[in-house]
């Protein structure tokens, strides 16, 4: 389980985030975080940006790309060993 930390609460609300889980998360000053309740709790994350989703549609299109050639690297194997196999109607 993770180490828990504790922060005071200010007067005016405010928290301060660890530096650890800063530099973890990569926040900095001035970045913009969401902050919403959910099941109960306080969850406090940064929010996905532009960037973060092409980079994530790119690794997984990179992922499919090498389950192709691995499929078709497959496929022909199998033709290899089974040989001509008739086609299905």
Not at 5 to 32: A, S, W, Y
Request: glycine share 10%; net charge negative; hydrophobic share 30%.
């Amino acid at each position: 389980m993770d180490e828990v930390k504790k922060r005071r609460v200010g007067d005016r609300g405010q928290i301060t985030l660890p530096k650890e889980l800063r530099e973890e998360f990569d926040i900095g000053g001035g970045d913009e975080i969401e902050i919403r309740k959910e099941s109960g709790k306080i969850v406090i994350e940064k929010p996905i940006t532009r960037d973060d989703l092409a980079a994530g549609y790119r690794a997984r299109a990179d992922q499919l790309r090498d389950l192709e050639e691995e499929m078709d690297g497959v496929s022909q194997e199998a033709d290899e060993y089974l040989g001509d196999v008739p086609e299905w109607e």
